[in-house]
Antibody, heavy 118, light 111 residues
């Protein structure tokens, strides 16, 4: 069965670029799924960042679009997130997830905490 | 400030039936299907209900979802201690260029 695992730095300084990777096992990333990123700031609800199809087609949250880039590496069966110019407001647990149909995220990673602090 | 409105907390005793509400607008719940996620802190969120009232394989039929107009509800019958978790509603919002929106989450406590 599909498993997802996030990886990347846990501590960033303001103005840094957040870079996370999601390794996918048990399933090919070139299948007909959307591969997405979501986050949950401390004490707040979940926020959708965006998602990407294996062919590179993307859909981003309009509020983050200017700072977000997602990509897929089919050779490594993984996908990535870059979020530029981070501030303390970007401190959150970041999740990668996959949707086999529409926006139904039916499999998630465990999440990784990213803290932005000077 | 989340786009969808959920009560911050809910509670019930074992065996009881509890419901969690999710309120939105015509551009989100009023136009699109609602999903519900169960989330235990420190673990991966789990898709509990999709397309308003459909359960993924493996989800007990104690969990049910419904939608009416611009509101949706999650009902849990025969409450069990392991149901203690955060519950989040989500749907697509057709405003701007479209985005997935969530509620703020409801912390369910089993007394």
């Amino acid at each position: 069965q599909v498993q997802l695992q996030e990886s990347g730095p846990g501590l960033l300084k303001p103005s840094d670029t957040l870079s996370l990777t999601c390794a996918v096992t048990g399933y090919s990333i070139i299948s007909s799924n959307w591969w997405g990123w979501l986050r949950q700031p401390p004490g707040k609800g979940l926020e959708w960042i965006g998602y990407i199809y294996f062919n590179g087609k993307t859909k981003y949250n309009p509020s983050l679009k200017s700072r977000v880039t997602m990509s897929v590496d089919t050779s490594k069966n993984q996908f990535s997130l870059k979020l530029s110019s981070v501030t303390a407001l970007d401190t959150a647990v970041y999740y990668c997830a996959t949707a086999s149909v529409g926006y139904n995220f039916d499999k998630w990673g465990q999440g990784t905490l990213v803290t932005v602090s000077s | 400030q989340s786009v969808l409105t959920q009560p911050p907390s809910a509670s019930g005793t074992p065996g009881q039936r509890v419901t969690i509400s999710c309120s939105g607008s015509s551009s989100n719940i009023g136009s699109n299907a609602v999903n519900w996620y169960q989330h235990l802190p420190g673990t991966a969120p789990k898709l509990l209900i999709y397309s308003n009232n459909q359960r993924p394989s493996g989800v007990p039929d104690r969990f049910s979802g419904s939608k009416s107009g611009t509101s949706a509800s999650l009902a849990i019958s025969g409450l069990q201690s392991e149901d203690e978790a955060d519950y989040h509603c989500a749907t697509w919002d057709d405003s701007l260029s479209g985005l997935l929106v969530f509620g703020g989450g409801t912390k369910l406590t089993v007394l």
